[in-house]
């Protein structure tokens, strides 16, 4: 597959954590099979591994499951058709640094329709995730853009990913801090 070339400009990233995305999504985009229509990089950066508490496959099918745990650095694929795309959503839960359950949401799009790609994150204590609300969140993903950054105080918990690529064929990478 060609490079995949885009401009993330919907939310402020530090250096460091731009160059961290753009490297997820380079590997995303390497792992990339013709018959997929999205890959994705997953890297935990918290004090242990990440357990999957819930999924949400709102469109696609599963190429390559979620890695559960996420201990490191690892990754997923998912294909669909060309009228569908892929849509889904992925909560992971984990301790942070102070030994606290918290709980990391990721949700992308990658569709042929008028939203197109999208990512969207949201984190904190694990119990914010125990009753999902999945049509909020495929909602709040219908309304974000390529790049996500989530940062909730009261946990010190921090996710921030991307999606990028043409419609059909992309790559999307996230970074789980904490």
Not at 20 to 48: F, W, Y
Not at 77 to 82: D, E, K, Q, Y
Not at 145 to 163: P, V
Request: proline share 3%.
């Amino acid at each position: 597959m060609a490079s995949v070339q885009c401009e993330m400009k919907d939310v402020q990233l530090t250096l460091e954590e731009k160059a961290c995305l753009d490297e997820m999504i380079k590997q995303a985009e390497r792992s990339l099979e013709p018959h997929e229509l999205l890959a994705g990089a997953l890297n935990n950066q918290t004090v242990g591994p990440l357990s999957i508490v819930a999924t949400k496959i709102f469109a696609g099918q599963v190429v390559r499951n979620f890695p559960n745990p996420l201990c490191n650095l690892d990754g997923f694929a998912m294909s669909g058709t060309f009228a569908t795309g892929v849509k889904a959503a992925v909560v992971y839960s984990g301790k942070n640094k102070a030994g606290v359950e918290c709980g990391w949401l990721l949700a992308f799009n990658n569709s042929n329709n008028a939203v197109g790609v999208r990512v969207f994150a949201e984190c904190g204590l694990k119990g914010k995730f125990r009753n999902i609300n999945w049509a909020q969140v495929e909602q709040k993903l219908e309304k974000s853009g390529t790049i996500a950054k989530a940062h909730d105080l009261e946990t010190g918990t921090s996710l921030y990913a991307g999606i990028c690529g043409p419609t059909g064929k992309s790559a999307a990478g996230a970074v789980f801090l904490g």
